[in-house]
């Protein structure tokens, strides 16, 4: 039993990093698709959306996704006209 307590206490903080890294990345992921939208919908449009929801449902068909890490809702831009980064 202690072999097995010292085996669970090496390998569950590398599960623990694994599980945020995979989160970082589908957030960025989710950003890059949302960027894409952004951009298919000022060439059809002329201009850009105001929020993520503008997208629905003919330029992003899924529900607009919320980051995996912290649950926050994306937003795009003024200035960039871009998903804003999240800082993770």
């Not at 449902?57 to 996704?65: G, K």
């Amino acid at each position: 039993i202690m072999i097995m307590g010292v085996l669970t206490a090496i390998v569950m903080p590398r599960l623990t990093g694994h599980t945020r890294f995979a989160k970082e990345n589908c957030c960025h992921q989710y950003q890059s698709d949302l960027n894409a939208a952004i951009e298919r919908y000022f060439v059809d449009i002329g201009n850009y959306p105001g929020t993520p929801d503008d997208l629905n449902p003919n330029y992003y068909p899924e529900a607009i996704p919320r980051c995996p890490v912290d649950n926050s809702a994306y937003a795009i831009d003024p200035v960039s006209n871009r998903i804003s980064g999240h800082g993770h």
